[in-house]
């Protein structure tokens, strides 16, 4: 018998079995994610700032989007089993130089390898899910289950995170990461033929190494214009300029190379269905109001004073509610309701996710206030993810299709860094606006001023500290104070600027009406990366 025809899982292994090990492999391969689910851990273990942890999740995200367009054709070479397994000990290797080090650079370079890793068992789950897939049905399900799995995977692994942070220290994530792959490598030999293939080998002559070079220099170079932008002062900063030109002459050099090209990483031709560039300006947009719970949790743990294990139930919440959307979304789309108006309902979602932040952010908040506004934050994913990614893949000419899936993740990519420098931009106005306002009303002549420092004074004083440590404490206190306002205010201003962004949105995609008439096209046999 042919290796391609040879079933990738042993005669053994039930349907649903192997769905479980196929979606075991799938968390595993976005395990690396984890680390960042507090960034203030990391930036104390290795002693970084924050932006290093925003490039860090730049390098292992764009590394993982840069591989994938290689992947398309190695997967096509290698036995799963083997390439899996490969894929495990790279992995796993990784995780032992992290454990034994505390050096950034090293933490770095080891991102790097572990984007490339997600790359290749993602890929694996991919050719695994939809090739398997006969009815437009299952198809959508198969969307609804794999981008579900990614979308709760930042919000799971935070719960773990938390967990395992309450008990260990940093450096046991790698260690926990050690134990997972290893169970994966029991499941991968126990339940996988070792001589089945997803395709007929083709050998690996014509693959662009060179245009994946460059691909992967431009995504590096642009998550760095973008996350450092702001600190180095963006065009007052000659090295800021310099890499700007530098990868403006990278990119040039890439498009011209894929467009003469016989077989292209990436097949550019694509960009000219305007439904499918439509498509792609959706998923960048999506990603920059995705990217805006940030701050959401930054005020949960510094004006409301949670730690990590109190904030386990907004992430739940998340999870519960990205969960719904998702599975109530895939019916609408099963039944055949237009995607734009879906889309618009999602946006709306959003939308109402902004208003009920304005309505409750206040320094004397508390966190069960924000349990529901989450819960909105993850339906509206949910409803949007599924219904955007449909559109742009339907809206792609079906010969070269599976580019989309590939200039799809990039946009996503693109969308994620862009938040951060978004965020950072706005972030950084709005609280000099507010820091301001308040300077202006925070003088020797208001009233007010003076009573709040009496207060605190006396309160100091009336539990036995000296006169020199209540006046300190005192002003302490009122520093913590006006803290704790400017990021509350700041954190409205901020989503008063979401909320206008995502109406303008909605409003232009109700005036748009060549887009109303992409219909779902889930042809089978595709993969969307």
Not at 175 to 199: D, I, Q, S
Not at 368 to 373: C, R, T
Request: aromatic fraction near 16%; charge should be positive.
């Amino acid at each position: 018998m042919q290796a391609h025809k040879i079933p990738v899982f042993k005669t053994w292994v039930t349907e649903w079995g192997a769905r479980t090990v196929i979606f075991f492999i799938l968390m595993v391969c976005l395990y690396s994610f984890a680390f960042y689910s507090s960034p203030v851990t990391i930036m104390g273990f290795y002693g970084v700032e924050s932006t290093d942890i925003q490039y860090g999740m730049v390098v292992i995200y764009g590394s993982t989007v840069a591989f994938l367009a290689l992947d398309f054709r190695i997967v096509k070479y290698f036995t799963p089993r083997k390439y899996l397994l490969g894929a495990i000990a790279v992995n796993a290797g990784c995780s032992l130089l992290c454990f034994y080090t505390r050096n950034w650079t090293i933490f770095m370079i080891v991102q790097f390898i572990q984007g490339i890793v997600c790359a290749l068992m993602s890929g694996i789950v991919l050719n695994m899910i939809f090739p398997r897939l006969e009815s437009t049905r299952a198809r959508v399900i198969g969307y609804t289950i794999l981008y579900g799995g990614i979308q709760i995977s930042v919000p799971l692994y935070s719960i773990y995170y938390s967990i395992m942070m309450y008990f260990f220290d940093f450096n046991w994530l790698f260690y926990g990461l050690l134990v997972v792959l290893l169970v994966l490598t029991v499941t991968v030999l126990t339940t996988m033929n070792g001589k089945a293939r997803f395709h007929k080998k083709v050998p690996l002559y014509q693959v662009d190494w060179i245009g994946y070079l460059f691909y992967i220099t431009f995504i590096l170079v642009l998550g760095y214009i973008l996350v450092y932008g702001r600190q180095l002062g963006w065009f007052g900063s000659s090295l800021i300029v310099c890499l700007m030109i530098f990868n403006t002459m990278i990119m040039c050099v890439f498009v011209n190379r894929e467009l003469k090209l016989k077989r292209p990483l990436i097949n550019l031709q694509i960009l000219k269905a305007k439904n499918f560039v439509i498509g792609l300006l959706l998923l960048f947009t999506f990603y920059i109001f995705k990217g805006s719970t940030g701050l959401a949790y930054g005020y949960l743990e510094a004006v409301l004073g949670n730690d990590p294990l109190n904030t386990i139930p907004v992430w739940i919440a998340v999870i519960t509610g990205t969960v719904t959307g998702m599975f109530v979304i895939s019916r609408f789309v099963l039944m055949g309701y237009n995607l734009i108006r879906i889309i618009i309902a999602g946006f709306g979602m959003m939308a109402l996710f902004y208003i009920y932040m304005l309505l409750f952010v206040s320094v004397q908040g508390e966190t069960i206030d924000f349990i529901p506004a989450l819960f909105i934050y993850g339906f509206a994913t949910g409803i949007l993810f599924v219904p955007i990614v449909s559109f742009t893949t339907s809206a792609a000419p079906p010969q070269i299709a599976v580019n989309a899936s590939l200039l799809g993740i990039f946009a996503r990519f693109t969308g994620f860094t862009a938040s951060m420098a978004f965020n950072n931009e706005i972030q950084l106005y709005v609280k000099a606006a507010v820091r301001e306002k308040i300077r202006e009303s925070m003088n020797d002549t208001n009233p007010q001023l003076s009573l709040r420092l009496q207060d605190a004074y006396l309160t100091y004083m009336n539990t036995g500290n000296d006169m020199y440590t209540a006046k300190s404490s005192s002003a302490g206190y009122i520093n913590n104070l006006v803290k704790e306002q400017i990021l509350a205010r700041a954190t409205r201003d901020y989503y008063d600027w979401m909320l206008t962004g995502v109406l303008c949105v909605i409003i232009l995609l109700l005036i748009l009406p060549h887009i109303q008439g992409v219909v779902l096209k889930l042809r089978k046999g595709q993969i969307p990366y």
